[in-house]
C-alpha cells in the first residue's frame, strides 16, 4: 500500500512538469516558430543556443494586426527582431529583444521588450511582457514602464515542424 501512494504521489508530480517530446531535462527552445502577438500580429521566430540555458533569437513580424495601428498609428514598420534569451526553470525562459520603428522608411526610434515565456507542451509556447523601453535614434529614453504580463492575451508560438 506504501508503494502505491508513494507511485500515485510521483505520477502526479510529474503530470504538471512532463510534455510529450520532454527528455526530462524540459523541452528544447532552440529552433523555428510561428505565431501571433496580441500587440504587434503575426511573426516567424528562430531561437539559437548553446544547450538550453542561454541563445539569441531573431524575430519577423509577417503581419501587423489592428492593435498595433491603434497603439502607434503614424509607424509603417519595424526592423527584425534581435534579442537574447535564457532558461529561468525546466520549461520556462526570460527574453530581451530590439527592433527598431519606422515611418514611411525613416528609423525613427527603438524599443527593447522584456518577457517570460514557457512551454505548454514540447511544440508550443506562450510569452508575455513584463517591461518596456521606448528610445529616440539617439539612444535617449522616452519611456519606460512596467507590464503586466497576466494583463493581456499571451502571445502563442509553435514550432515549425516536419511532415513524416
Known amino acids: 500500500m506504501r508503494i502505491a501512494t508513494i507511485i500515485a504521489l510521483s505520477a502526479v508530480m510529474l ?3 512532463a510534455f510529450a517530446g520532454d527528455n526530462g531535462d524540459g523541452c528544447k527552445l532552440e529552433g523555428t516558430w510561428y505565431g501571433e502577438d496580441f500587440f504587434m500580429g503575426s511573426f516567424n521566430i528562430q531561437y539559437h543556443g548553446e544547450g538550453n540555458s ?17 497603439l502607434w498609428p503614424d509607424l509603417t514598420g519595424v526592423s527584425h527582431l534581435l534579442g537574447n534569451w ?5 520549461n520556462s525562459y526570460s527574453f530581451v529583444r530590439q527592433q ?3 515611418i514611411s522608411g525613416a528609423a525613427v526610434g527603438f524599443s527593447r521588450v522584456h ?3 514557457r512551454f505548454t507542451d514540447c511544440n508550443t509556447l ?3 511582457y513584463t517591461y518596456f523601453e521606448n528610445f529616440t535614434m539617439q539612444g535617449d529614453l522616452n519611456e519606460a514602464f512596467p507590464m503586466d504580463p497576466e494583463a ?4 502563442v508560438a509553435h514550432r515549425l515542424l516536419f511532415i513524416d
Request: no cysteine; aromatic share 14%; hydrophobic share 25%.
Open 15 to 17: 503530470a504538471g512538469t
Open 54 to 70: 542561454t541563445g539569441t533569437l531573431h524575430m519577423e513580424m509577417t503581419k501587423f494586426n489592428d492593435v498595433f495601428h491603434q
Open 86 to 90: 535564457k532558461q529561468t526553470g525546466g
Open 100 to 102: 527598431t520603428w519606422y
Open 115 to 117: 518577457g517570460t515565456m
Open 126 to 128: 506562450e510569452s508575455g
Open 152 to 155: 493581456y492575451p499571451p502571445a
